[in-house]
C-alpha cells in the first residue's frame, strides 16, 4: 500500500532525489530556541559565563563605587580608556551584557525546574511501576520458599511484603491481589529529586534576592567624631553607592549619635604589647522623628540594625580638636580633625583647611602623635597607641587653596604646589609642635592655631540590602536541598509471590536503583533479612518459579 494524503512518507525527496528538509518555521524556531535555552547544559554554561562576565568588575574601577577613580583612571589611559567605557566596564554589574546573561541564566533555570517538578509531582502521585516479568535479571534478588505447613497463601505473603514495605517508609501497591502471581511493587526515596528541585528553586531565589538588594538598596560610608550625630539623608554619608532603582524618598529617617568610642590594648603579654584587643562605641539611636532614643553597643563584627539599615564599626583613630584664626582675629575654623593611622601605634596623619582665612586662606598638613618621644636625631615618633603624650606636628601654608575651581578636593590631601610655607623644618620658624592645651602664632601675621583638645573617630558602614534575608533563606534552603539529593538514595523493590504444584508458596524479591545507590545491597540484604524473620522461611538459591516466567 503506497502512501497516501493522511500518511505521507518519513522523508520527502526532491526531483534529484536528495533529501528534503522540513521548515522549522516561525513558532518551530521559537520552539527550537527555548529548548536550548532550558537545557541544563546550557544552563551551567550560562553560570559560568556570568561568572567570567563578573571578572572585569575586579579589574577596572567600578562608577557607581568611586566615581573618581574611574576619571583619573580615563584620564591616565586616553587610549583605551574611552572603549572600555563604552563597552560598560565601569558599570559591568549594571551593564546590557552582564543583565542580559543574568536575565538569559534566570530564564534558562526556571524553564529547567519547572518541567521536572511537573513531572516529578505526577511521579509521586502515581503509582510504582508495575512488576518486571522477570526479577532475576535485577542488580539485586533474592528468593524465599514458605513450607505447605505454614498456612500462609501467596496472597497473604504479599499483604505481609506490603505492610513491611510500608515499615521500611516505601510507597507500595500491590498488583493482582487476587491473581495466581500477586506481587507488590515499593518505591523510597523520592524526597532526593525534591532535595535536587528545591536546589534548583533556591538558587533562582538568590538570583531574585541578589537582583533586589542591587536594585533598591544602597551602601554608604561615615566618619563619625565622638558627640557628632548621622541623620540619615544623601548629604549625611561621606560616600554614597546607590542601586539601579534606588529612591532617595526611601531613605528611613533615623539617626545615631556616638556618645563615646572606647579602645582595649594588650598590656599583659610582651609580644603583644599595645595591639587592640576590644573596640566599643557607645551610641545612642532614634529611629525615627519623635521616637523615644535608645542607646546601643557595636563593635567589630557585631553590627546593629537600624530601619532596616546594617551598621558595621570598620575603622577608628583620633581627632584632635584645633582652633585657627586668622589674620584679623576672627576663628576661620573651629573643630575636631581626622586624622589617619598609619601604624600599630596610631601614627596619624592629618590635613586641616581653612578656605575662610583672611587675608590669605590657610592649609596645615602633619601628623599626629598619641604618645610622643624624641629619637637621638631629634624626629618624633609614636610609641604608644593610647593618648599619653599627645603632640601635634604641623607645617603650615597659605594662598590658593584651590577650593573655588569647582572641582571636588580630596579632604585629606593638601595641594601645596600654589602655597607659600610659613612653618616646616626647613625654615626658620620651623615646624609647629603642640600638646593640648597649647597655641602658636602663625608667622607673617598670617593668625594662629591651638590644640584644645582630642576625641576619637569611628568609621561606620551602612548597608541597606532588602534582599539579604531572602539570599540567607535561600542559601540554606539549597543546601538542604543539595545534602539530599547527595545522600539520600532513590530505589524501587519488588516481591512476588507464587504457589508451586506441591503446595509451597515461593517468594521473590529484587530492587533496582535510580541513579547511584552504593546501599542497594545492604538494602536488599534488611529486606530479605525482615521477609526471613516474618515467616521463618529458609531463603533459597533458585526460586522454581522461575523456570516459568
Known sequence: MGPTKEHPPATAKSDTGAPVLP?????????????????????????????????????????????????QYLKDHPGYGPWLDKFQFFNVYSSVWFSAIYLLLFISLIGCVVPRARAHWKAMRSAPPRTPKRLSRLPEYGTLELPESSGISAGQAVQDAARLLRRRRYRVHVYDAGGERPSVAAERGLIREVGNLLFHVSLIGVLVCVAIGGLFGYRGQKILVEGDTFVNTLVGYDQ???????????????????????????????????????????????DKPGAEPVKRILKVNDPITVGGASF????????????????????????????????????????????DARPSQLGFVGFFLPTALVNDQGISYASDPDPLNPRLNLNSYYGDLGLNAGQPRNVYTLDTKNLTPLNNRNLKAGGIVLAPGQSYTLPEGKGSISFDGIKRYVGIDIRHDPGQLGVLIFALAALAGLIASLFIGRHRAWVRTGTHPDGRTMVEYGLLARGENHRLAAEAAAIGRLLTKEWSAPATNTNPLAKDQ
Open 23 to 71: 521548515r522549522l518555521g516561525a513558532v518551530g524556531t521559537v520552539r527550537w530556541i527555548w529548548r536550548q535555552l532550558t537545557s541544563m547544559r546550557n544552563a551551567l554554561l550560562l553560570l559560568l559565563l556570568l561568572a567570567v562576565a563578573a571578572v572585569p568588575g575586579s579589574l577596572f574601577p567600578q562608577r557607581p563605587v568611586n566615581p573618581s577613580v574611574v576619571t
Open 240 to 286: 554614597f553607592s546607590p542601586g539601579a532603582n534606588f529612591n532617595p524618598t526611601r531613605l528611613d529617617p533615623f539617626a545615631i549619635t556616638l556618645n563615646k568610642f572606647d579602645v582595649t590594648f594588650d598590656r599583659s603579654s610582651a609580644a603583644h604589647y599595645g595591639q587592640p584587643i576590644d573596640f566599643t562605641a557607645a551610641v545612642t539611636v532614634t
Open 312 to 355: 558595621y564599626l570598620v575603622g577608628n583613630g583620633y581627632a584632635p580638636v584645633v582652633t585657627i584664626k586668622d589674620g584679623a582675629g576672627k576663628t576661620a575654623f573651629s573643630g575636631p580633625v581626622v586624622s589617619i593611622p598609619s601604624d600599630g601605634a596610631y601614627t596619624s596623619l592629618l590635613v586641616i583647611k581653612a578656605p
